[in-house]
């Protein structure tokens, strides 16, 4: 008995490490790309967002007022002032004149520049060049410099790109195609799967055979030959073909297989007491659904809304057949990917987006996540 219990025991402490090592594995980087897009786009660049909360380095260049600002001063022709013209608060330790060095001088030291020239760069930014003649020329001295920048944090990140970049629409648009894609199969596929599990009629049989067998079916393979399908219809009834009800009939027609098979699973395991017993009291087929069915499916219900929603919110492939690249109508994957060719340098902008991108899911999975382990165990351990 004791060695039963620590068997047990060593079984739940191992279920529980495993949980806990693939929460770390998913929570990192989301917690990851969440710090970066409130990150400065300098800070972002210079160092890893770990980083975030301390000071960052980083090696920047900068120019020196033109020859009309110098003065006279103690013999000597002098250009002074601050290195920081933007008012920032950063510590310089280093500085050079050159691409190669740009950390050649510590900071407050003076560097000789040639011909009498030197110039001194103060930790706080404050520079003093000096030079026994007149400068001349319309362009400053180039000086390069080594800065350490405290933590900042902005939400201008997310104002660019909600209201800037377009992926406010698209972001709408998502919700346009995500939203009702979810719902039509959920509704086609609990009235099919109640007909499958406690109806009979002839070809029930080969019915349930086709739709497992149509669980296989690569998505790829199919795509193209139901476009075209498509395209032939709405030329017909003079319907484009880039539209909504487009992407929404495929993607209903690519999720039903599965709604079907994992209702029809759950639903079969429901009590036939349950089922005998309202017959007995005359209620039709329609009413049974309705009022037993459905509210005892509401688990599997949420669990196939978690996976239709994921699937077609993070979707890009059949978004960019059925649907075209207007800004009313290209969706979230697609902006994303837009922005990835555009502003592939820009990681301020990618992860603020990619942030954006899976809120959504986030906030179904987890408002849905108590009934989602609940609708997928009932279907499997009952058949019918």
Known sequence: MAAT??????????????????VVIWTIPTLGILVSSLRDKDQIVASGWWNSFASSSQTEAGRLPAASAQVQKDGKYVIEGNI???????????????AATPTQYKAGTAADLGDGVTLQVNADGGFVLAS?????????????FASSAPPKFTSE???????????????????????????????????????LAWMRF?????????????????????LIPLLKLYNGVGTFFGVPSKTYLGIWLAHTGFGLPFAIYLLRSYIAGLPREIMESARIDGASDFEIF?????????????????????WVWNDLLVAMVFLGTAPDQI??????????????????ILTTSAFITIIVPLAVFFSLQRYFVRGLLAGSVKGG
């Not at 026994?132 to 390069?144: C, I, L």
């Not at 377009?166 to 009702?180: A, H, K, Q, W, Y």
């Not at 309705?290 to 994921?310: C, E």
């Open 5 to 22: 219990r620590g068997k047990s025991f060593a079984g739940r402490f191992g279920v529980h490490i495993a949980v806990l090592v693939f």
């Open 84 to 98: 920081f013209g933007d008012g920032a608060k950063r510590d310089i330790s280093a500085f050079g004149f050159k």
């Open 132 to 144: 026994p003649k007149a400068f001349e020329g319309d362009r400053g001295q180039r000086v390069y």
């Open 157 to 195: 990140n997310y104002n660019a790109v909600l209201f800037s970049e377009g992926i406010g629409r698209s972001f709408m648009n998502s919700l346009t195609v995500t939203i009702p894609a979810t719902i039509i199969p959920i509704l086609i596929a609990a009235f099919a799967a109640y007909a």
């Open 202 to 222: 002839p070809g029930r049989a080969l019915l349930i055979a086709v739709i497992i067998g149509l669980l296989v079916v690569p998505l790829q393979m199919s």
């Open 290 to 310: 309705v009022k037993i069915v459905l509210p005892l499916s509401f688990p599997v219900l949420a669990s196939f809304a978690i996976f239709q929603f994921l």
């Open 331 to 348: 969706v979230l994957t697609a902006k994303l990917n837009a922005l990835l060719g555009s502003r592939g340098g820009n990681w301020e």
